[in-house]
């Protein structure tokens, strides 16, 4: 443990003006946005949950609310770490599709079986709806000792669905069956609060649209560039005011995503790197253990003093609708600087919110806590705005600033050829070896007489179909 010492412009929704009102309001008038209000629980370190209630008669189970998957999965079976799990024996309405099902994390794994159930959300929108589900019967890593939650609710697009794109999504039933509007937005209320905690932090799931006083100001909008996470295109990064003078690729490599389900702000580790120099740089701390940046220390300072104040504001330039925009979400240290233990009755001990990523940048739970997002799937963009509840000991400790302009960086910082995996650039080339190895045989065999050519058994063939696996999970 280390121990320290005290020391613009308005951007009008073009479907509802200023106040992007339009889709928070039901044709058909079943969808109550208030009633959604906190309903969800938990905090940064642990995840944020919902409650359902699944199958005949139903069964309440918490259900982690993860933007970076689309499986909808639950505990169906007794596990050590988790208090309730979904038994599919007592419910008269599930039936078992009898297909196995894995999923992968950045950590973590489940296997399990898909099948299909009726689900209600007390504080969600009205009735009941059949839902796939899978049931987790395995897992190595996946629920951890202390966590409040039994199942997870993935809610990015089908084509991250396991074991196929084929299966419906839980968002994609809801929107079929219920008619609502292809929109959900989310809110998570743990600024500067203990990250892993009691567990009770609010937060808000609005499904259907978007209400307005989970925000302040205006939204603004970013394209989603693909449709399988929710990925975005970074333009750039500033640590208290200073451009990191990266190449913007850098900062999409190679992919840059909003995971409700991370809980760090994680970077590229070129992007990492940068970033912690010049936090170290523009600190008011001269000294500090590596160990702090790695996430193996905790910083302390005694309970009556703030650290914030020694440590710069974070902004993160996104691109705006109008592709020669961009705007800037800034978190303060409140945000990344996180409160996780007490020691003794004197001291706080806090951990760096922001760690280096092999293969993405992902805007987790350490900046998603400043704001309200919107997922406007029917639009295909990626909307932010201030949250009220981003507050700590009274002052915002978010915000969002624009209009920009984009003169100063590429006009595509993002790949245009989409290999998302490094796996995959591998994978590629020997694929085009290959082919140039089989057309090189197929001439050879024309050439050669007809006595010689060699007939195929079922044995020759190649069973390669694993190998052209495009979506790789988190």
């Known amino acids: 443990v280390v121990l320290r010492p005290g020391s613009g412009s308005r951007q009008q929704d073009p479907q509802g003006g200023a106040d992007g009102l339009a889709l928070a309001s039901d044709p058909v008038g079943t969808l109550n946005f208030l009633a959604m209000v906190e309903n969800l629980q938990g905090d940064s370190g642990r995840g944020y949950y919902l409650e359902i209630l699944i199958g005949?008669?139903?069964?309440?189970?918490?259900?982690?609310?993860?933007?970076?998957?689309?499986?909808?999965?639950?505990?169906?079976?007794?596990?050590?770490?988790v208090t309730s799990y979904f038994n599919t024996e007592l419910s008269s309405t599930y039936k078992s599709q009898g297909i196995d099902v894995t999923v992968k994390y950045s950590q973590?794994?489940?296997?399990?079986?898909?099948?299909?159930?009726?689900?209600?959300?007390?504080?969600?929108?009205?009735?009941?709806?059949?839902i796939n589900i899978a049931t987790i019967l395995e897992s190595e890593n996946f629920f951890l000792p202390g966590v409040k939650w039994h199942g997870i609710l993935g809610l990015a697009y089908d084509a991250l669905a396991k074991p196929s794109s084929s299966v419906e999504t839980f968002f994609d039933s809801l929107v079929r069956q219920a008619k609502i509007p292809n929109i959900f937005s989310l809110q998570m209320c743990g600024a500067g609060l203990p990250v892993s905690g009691s567990g009770t932090n609010g937060g808000s799931l609005v499904l259907g649209g978007?209400?307005?006083?989970?925000?302040k100001g205006d939204?603004?909008?970013?394209?989603?560039?693909?449709?399988?996470?929710?990925?975005?295109?970074?333009?750039?990064?500033?640590?208290g005011g200073q451009n990191l003078e990266l190449d913007c690729r850098e900062?999409?490599?190679?992919?840059?995503?909003?995971?409700?389900?991370?809980?760090?702000?994680?970077?590229?580790?070129?992007?990492?790197?940068?970033?912690?120099?010049?936090?170290?740089?523009?600190?008011?701390?001269?000294?500090?253990?590596?160990?702090?940046?790695?996430?193996?220390?905790?910083?302390?300072?005694?309970?009556?003093?703030?650290?914030?104040?020694?440590?710069p504001k974070l902004s993160i330039y996104l691109r705006d609708e109008n592709s020669s925009r961009s705007f800037r979400i800034s978190i303060l240290p409140q945000l990344y600087i996180q409160p996780i233990l007490g020691i003794g009755e004197n001291l706080q001990c806090y951990r760096f919110g922001i760690s280096s990523s092999t293969n993405a940048l992902v805007i987790g739970a350490t900046v998603m806590e400043g704001f309200y997002v919107i997922f406007d799937r029917a639009q295909r963009r990626v909307g932010f705005a201030v949250s009220p509840c981003a507050e700590v000991d009274g002052s915002p400790v978010s915000?969002?600033?624009?209009?920009?302009?984009?003169?100063d960086v590429a006009s595509n910082c993002v790949s245009s050829v989409s290999f998302h995996e490094p796996v995959l650039w591998i994978a590629s080339y020997a694929l085009m070896s290959l082919c140039g190895i089989i057309l090189l045989v197929l001439i050879i065999l024309l050439l050669i007489p007809p006595r010689c050519q060699h007939r195929y058994t079922d044995n020759d063939v190649v069973n390669d179909e694993s190998s052209l696996v495009r979506?790789?999970?988190k």
């Open 471 to 473: 979506h790789r999970w």
């Open 56 to 81: 005949t008669p139903p069964q309440a189970l918490n259900i982690l609310v993860d933007t970076g998957s689309s499986n909808f999965a639950v505990a169906g079976v007794p596990d050590p770490d």
């Open 210 to 215: 978007i209400e307005p006083s989970l925000y």
């Open 251 to 311: 900062y999409n490599a190679d992919k840059a995503i909003v995971d409700s389900g991370t809980t760090l702000l994680r970077l590229p580790q070129k992007v990492f790197s940068a970033v912690v120099q010049a936090i170290a740089h523009t600190s008011l701390i001269q000294e500090f253990s590596s160990g702090f940046w790695t996430g193996s220390q905790l910083a302390c300072w005694d309970r009556t003093e703030r650290p914030w104040s020694l440590f």
């Open 399 to 407: 915000e969002i600033e624009g209009p920009f302009t984009t003169a």
């Open 219 to 239: 939204i603004w909008y970013t394209p989603v560039k693909e449709e399988w996470y929710y990925q975005v295109e970074i333009l750039k990064l500033e640590v």
């Open 108 to 130: 973590g794994s489940w296997t399990g079986v898909l099948g299909t159930d009726v689900i209600t959300i007390p504080k969600g929108i009205d009735g009941s709806y059949t």
